[in-house]
């Protein structure tokens, strides 16, 4: 009878349970975000904070822009710290250590907080003018930051490996065919960058940050993310697609299908599920085995305007605490913290 009156409870908020054995959340609450478009979340190491990032083209002509970068309270919901900014926020991230957060924005900057103080410790070009910045990543040990973009006014985009500790550039690469980077992501043991733009992945020895192994994909985009023990890489596309490879092989081991545009993928903490986002307002945990699906979750009216619009949009946006245990998604004006068991 317990189990009957919880998976109902799970139909009304608009979970499609596919094996009720096999996956379960339940919603803890909700963090209202107001009026400002959404396009980015991540959880400090401690899993005790959630950073938020976005902003709002305005004027008549929507020829001016601001971005906001918010840190909440995981437990209690409550906002921390709300930090106004002259660009939209594209992208957020933690680093390993928790001192400092990283956001990346549509003008080709990157700016470091200092977590504890929220005072702003350095301004990183990350991009050249008028580029956006479309995804942060710190390296393992918190040492180094990968950036990369593109997507702006030339549509060239560009891969940059910051020293943190001297603010030095230690390397940068265009990409393959003068290509946008949408998404970069290290491996777990810090010696790997995957990059991935449209139509290619390319993994990057971070010393020097030559190519060692191209995975090729048709003509996709999405962001990426490693299996926690780094054997895995997974990556969303615009066709609806989710790939995942052996990064020791190189080759495809799954191919998960979807009906829309998968935009954020992530792995539970523990190597036991790989969760997708979509346009189309739905989070789906697999088995990364098998390719089984095991739960969609559908909420109600999803997300947000997309970053720097103001038409409705359904672009989902997901992140993890290192624990595994809290999973934020955004819908609508807010987002949504989940207890996933």
Same mark, same amino acid.
């Given at each position: 009878?317990?189990?009957?009156?919880?998976?109902?409870?799970?139909?009304?908020?608009?979970?499609?349970?596919?094996?009720?054995?096999?996956?379960?959340?339940?919603?803890?609450?909700?963090?209202?975000?107001?009026?400002?478009?959404?396009?980015?979340?991540?959880?400090?190491?401690?899993?005790?904070?959630?950073?938020? /990032?976005?902003?709002?083209?305005?004027?008549?002509?929507?020829?001016?822009?601001?971005?906001?970068?918010?840190?909440?309270?995981?437990?209690?919901?409550?906002?921390?710290?709300?930090?106004?900014?002259?660009?939209?926020?594209?992208?957020?991230?933690?680093?390993?250590?928790?001192?400092?957060?990283?956001?990346?924005?549509?003008?080709?900057?990157?700016?470091?907080?200092?977590?504890? $103080? /929220?005072?702003?410790?350095?301004?990183?070009?990350?991009?050249?003018?008028?580029?956006?910045?479309?995804?942060?990543?710190? $390296?393992?040990?918190?040492?180094?930051?990968?950036?990369?973009?593109?997507?702006?006014?030339?549509?060239?985009?560009?891969?940059?490996?910051?020293?943190?500790?001297?603010?030095?550039?230690?390397?940068?690469?265009?990409?393959?065919?003068?290509?946008?980077?949408?998404?970069?992501?290290?491996?777990?043991?810090?010696?790997?960058?995957?990059?991935?733009?449209?139509?290619?992945?390319?993994?990057?020895?971070?010393?020097?940050?030559?190519?060692?192994?191209?995975?090729?994909?048709?003509?996709?985009?999405?962001?990426?993310?490693?299996?926690?023990?780094?054997?895995?890489?997974?990556?969303?596309?615009?066709?609806?697609?989710?790939?995942?490879?052996?990064? /020791?092989?190189?080759?495809?081991?799954?191919?998960?299908?979807?009906?829309?545009?998968?935009?954020?993928?992530?792995?539970?903490?523990?190597?036991?599920?790989?969760?997708?986002?979509?346009?189309?307002?739905?989070?789906?945990?697999?088995?990364?085995?098998?390719?089984?699906?095991?739960?969609?979750?559908?909420?109600?009216?999803?997300?947000?305007?997309?970053?720097?619009?103001?038409?409705?949009?359904?672009?989902?946006?997901?992140?993890?605490?290192?624990?595994?245990?809290?999973?934020?998604?955004?819908?609508?004006?807010?987002?949504?913290?989940?207890?996933?068991?």
């Amino acid at each position: 009878m317990r189990k009957r009156k919880l998976v109902m409870c799970l139909l009304c908020l608009g979970i499609g349970l596919v094996n009720a054995n096999a996956q379960q959340v339940t919603l803890l609450r909700t963090l209202q975000h107001g009026n400002d478009g959404l396009s980015s979340l991540a959880f400090s190491p401690d899993g005790k904070t959630l950073a938020v /990032g976005g902003g709002r083209w305005t004027g008549p002509n929507a020829n001016a822009e601001y971005g906001v970068l918010s840190t909440w309270n995981v437990e209690t919901g409550q906002q921390r710290r709300t930090l106004r900014l002259n660009s939209i926020v594209s992208c957020v991230a933690f680093s390993p250590n928790g001192k400092v957060l990283a956001n990346g924005d549509m003008k080709g900057k990157v700016r470091l907080w200092n977590v504890q $103080s /929220g005072k702003l410790l350095r301004t990183l070009i990350g991009q050249s003018e008028g580029e956006v910045v479309s995804s942060v990543a710190f $390296s393992p040990d918190s040492k180094m930051l990968a950036v990369g973009g593109g997507t702006g006014l030339s549509a060239r985009g560009e891969l940059r490996l910051w020293d943190l500790q001297t603010g030095k550039l230690k390397w940068s690469q265009v990409p393959v065919d003068d290509n946008t980077v949408e998404s970069v992501a290290f491996s777990p043991d810090g010696e790997t960058l995957a990059v991935g733009g449209f139509g290619y992945v390319t993994l990057h020895d971070i010393r020097n940050g030559k190519a060692k192994r191209t995975l090729t994909q048709d003509k996709l985009a999405g962001n990426m993310a490693f299996s926690p023990d780094g054997k895995l890489l997974a990556r969303g596309s615009h066709k609806g697609l989710v790939t995942l490879w052996s990064v /020791g092989r190189g080759q495809q081991t799954l191919t998960l299908k979807h009906p829309n545009v998968v935009w954020m993928v992530a792995f539970t903490p523990h190597n036991i599920r790989l969760v997708t986002g979509t346009y189309a307002n739905a989070v789906r945990f697999w088995d990364v085995q098998t390719g089984k699906l095991l739960l969609n979750l559908k909420g109600t009216e999803p997300d947000v305007h997309p970053p720097g619009s103001d038409e409705s949009g359904s672009q989902v946006w997901l992140a993890f605490s290192p624990d595994g245990k809290t999973m934020a998604v955004n819908y609508a004006k807010a987002v949504r913290l989940w207890r996933v068991k």
